[in-house]
C-alpha cells in the first residue's frame, strides 16, 4: 500500500498531441502527480469520470460539440471536490473571461509552457492539501462519513495506533474552537486537538516494530513536554482501522478528561484506562470544615482551610474534573456567606483560563484562598478597572514575549490576582488573556520572517517564546491556517 496518496490529474482535449504534451510535462516535473486518463470531448470524460477518481481536471476550453465551460460547469455540480484548470489559445480570450467566473483554479495559453503547467499543478496541490486537511479532520469528527474504499485517500494506511497528548490543563469551556489541522511529520499524521495545548498522533502500524508504540511515542511525548508545567498522554496498545478512528479520538478525549490531574505528568494506555478506578475524595465532606469557618465569617482560618484542601487534592491525585467540583463548591460557599464576594460569568471565564494554564493544584487552591481578599482588596483593584491599565499590560507583553507570560507570572508582576487579571483582559479586550498573547507572538514571528527571509524557523520560535520549534510551528499554523515554512515561501512568490 503507499504511504502517501498521489493526487490524480485527467486530461480533455480534442487534439491528441496536446493531451501528450500536457501528459508528458506532468511526468517529468510533476511525478508526484498521477494521470488516471483522458478524453478528446466532454460527452466522454464525463462517462469516464463515473469510473475514474480524478483530483483535477485540466480541460481545454474550444473543442467541438460542447466547450470546455460546458464541461467544467457540469463537473462542478456532480464533482464539486475536483479542481479545475483550463488550457486554451490566445484568440479565446473571451472564454478564458468566462472560465473565471467558474472559479477555475487557472487559465493557461498554449502552446503550454512545462514552467508554467508545473507552477499552476504545485499551486493547486496546495489548495488540495488544505481541503485534504479539512477532511480527515471532519471525517475524525464524524461531520462526514465515507465508504471504507473512500477512506484510503484520507487514510492511507489500513491500521493505525492513536496517542492523545494534552499539556497543563483541560480545554477552556469559554473559548471558541481553533482552527482545525493536520499535518504530517516523517511516520505519522498530526492533528491538533480541541485546542493548540493538545495533539492527536496517528501512527501506521507497520512502523511500529513489535507493538512497542509506546518507545515511539517517548521522544514526541518529551519534545510536546517543552514549554508545558505537566504533559498527559494517552495512548493505545492496539492498532485500530481507519473506519475506526472517530470513535477511538473521541474516546481518547473522554479519557483524558477522565484521568488528567492538574500538576501531574501521565502516560497511560487506553485500553487500561478503560477498566480503572479514578481516585476521589467526598468533596461535599471535605469543604464541610470550611463552610463553617465561612459561615462563622473567620476569614483568616478560612483561608488556611483553602490551602490544606489544595495540599489534600495534590496527595490524593484528585482529576482535574474533581477538582473543579470542588471549587465550584467553595465558590458557591464563599458567595453566600462572605459579604461584597459576588461571582458572575466573567469570573467563570477568568477561573477557567487559570485552571487551563494551572501547573500545579496549589496555585489554584492559592487564588481560591486570594479571593477571599476581596473585600480587602476591592478599592485597589477598582482603580485598575480601565482601559489605561490594560494598556500597560498589553505593552508589557509586547516588549515581553520571549519570556513566560502566564497569567500567573503577569498577575504577579502588576500586584493583581489571576482571576481579576483574566476577569478585566475579557472586559476590554473581549478576548482572553491567552489568546491575546498568542496573538502577539504569532504577530511578532510573522514580522521576523517577513523582515529576515534567512531567519531559522526555531530562532523564530524561540524569540517569541517557544522552546519546542514544532509546536510553534502548530499553532502558527492553527493561526494563520499555513506553517511558517509554507508563510516564507509565499511572501517570495
Not at 465551460?69 to 473571461?97: H, T
Not at 492498532?239 to 475506526?244: D, F, L, M
Not at 462563622?296 to 473543579?324: P, S, W
Not at 508582576?413 to 478576548?431: A, D, M, R
Amino acid at each position: 500500500m503507499n504511504t502517501k496518496y498521489k493526487y490524480k490529474v485527467f486530461i480533455v482535449d480534442d487534439e491528441p498531441i496536446s493531451i501528450q504534451l500536457i501528459s508528458n510535462i506532468i511526468k517529468m516535473y510533476c511525478p508526484e502527480i498521477e494521470i488516471v486518463g483522458s478524453a478528446d470531448n466532454v460527452l466522454k470524460c464525463l462517462e469516464k469520470l463515473k469510473t475514474c477518481e480524478a483530483d483535477i481536471l485540466i480541460s481545454d476550453i474550444r473543442m467541438p460539440g460542447l466547450s470546455g465551460i460546458d464541461l467544467i460547469s457540469k463537473v462542478k455540480q456532480l464533482y464539486p471536490d475536483i479542481l479545475n484548470i483550463f488550457v486554451s489559445g490566445y484568440r479565446e480570450f473571451e472564454y478564458a473571461k468566462a472560465a473565471m467566473k467558474l472559479d477555475v483554479e487557472d487559465y493557461l495559453l498554449k502552446p503550454i509552457v512545462p514552467s508554467e503547467l508545473k507552477k499552476t499543478i504545485h499551486k493547486v496541490e496546495e489548495k488540495l492539501d488544505i481541503l485534504f486537511q479539512k477532511k480527515r479532520t471532519a471525517i475524525l469528527y464524524e461531520r462526514e462519513q465515507l465508504e471504507n474504499d473512500n477512506l484510503e485517500k484520507y487514510f492511507p494506511h489500513e491500521k493505525y495506533y492513536v496517542a492523545i497528548i494534552r499539556k497543563n490543563g483541560l480545554p477552556k469551556r469559554f473559548i471558541g474552537k481553533i482552527q482545525d489541522s493536520i499535518f504530517k511529520n516523517k511516520y505519522n499524521m498530526v492533528m491538533n486537538g480541541r485546542d493548540v495545548m493538545e495533539s492527536f498522533y496517528l501512527v501506521p502500524e507497520e512502523v511500529v516494530s513489535n507493538g512497542n508504540i509506546r518507545q515511539i511515542m517517548k521522544n514526541t511525548y518529551i519534545r510536546e513536554s517543552q514549554n508545558a508545567g505537566y504533559t498527559t498522554m494517552i495512548l493505545s496498545k492496539n492498532p485500530y482501522y481507519a473506519r475506526e478512528l472517530g470513535n477511538i479520538y473521541r474516546t481518547l478525549c473522554k479519557m483524558l478528561d477522565f484521568y488528567l490531574v492538574i500538576g501531574k505528568s501521565q502516560i497511560l494506555y487506553l485500553e487500561d484506562c478503560e477498566d480503572s478506578v479514578q481516585n476521589t475524595l467526598s468533596i461535599r465532606g471535605e469543604v464541610s470544615k470550611l463552610e463553617w469557618l465561612l459561615e462563622n465569617k473567620k476569614i483568616e482560618q478560612a483561608k488556611a482551610e483553602i490551602i490544606c484542601l489544595g495540599n489534600k487534592f495534590r496527595n490524593a491525585d484528585v482529576t482535574q474534573r474533581e477538582t473543579e467540583k470542588a471549587i465550584n463548591l467553595i465558590l458557591v460557599l464563599m458567595n453566600q456567606h462572605v459579604d461584597e464576594f459576588s461571582w458572575n460569568i466573567q469570573n467563570e471565564v477568568a477561573m477557567d483560563e487559570i485552571l487551563c494554564g494551572a501547573t500545579n493544584i496549589n496555585d489554584i487552591f492559592m487564588e481560591l484562598s486570594n479571593l477571599l481578599n476581596h473585600a480587602e482588596l476591592k478599592n485597589k483593584e477598582e482603580k485598575l478597572d480601565s482601559s489605561e491599565f490594560i494598556q500597560k499590560v498589553k505593552e508589557y507583553i509586547v516588549n515581553h514575549l520571549s519570556e513566560d507570560l502566564s497569567l500567573k507570572n503577569t498577575s504577579k508582576k502588576f500586584g493583581i490576582s489571576q482571576t481579576y487579571l483574566g476577569q478585566l483582559f475579557n472586559k476590554y479586550q473581549k478576548v482572553s488573556f491567552s489568546n491575546y498573547v498568542i496573538e502577539m507572538r504569532i504577530q511578532r514571528a510573522k514580522e521576523l520572517l517577513d523582515n529576515d527571509k534567512e531567519i531559522l524557523i526555531k530562532d523564530v520560535a524561540k524569540s517569541v517564546g517557544y522552546q519546542d520549534q514544532f509546536y510553534f510551528s502548530r499553532v502558527f499554523r492553527s493561526m494563520t491556517g499555513i506553517t511558517p515554512t509554507d508563510y516564507i515561501n509565499k511572501g517570495e512568490n
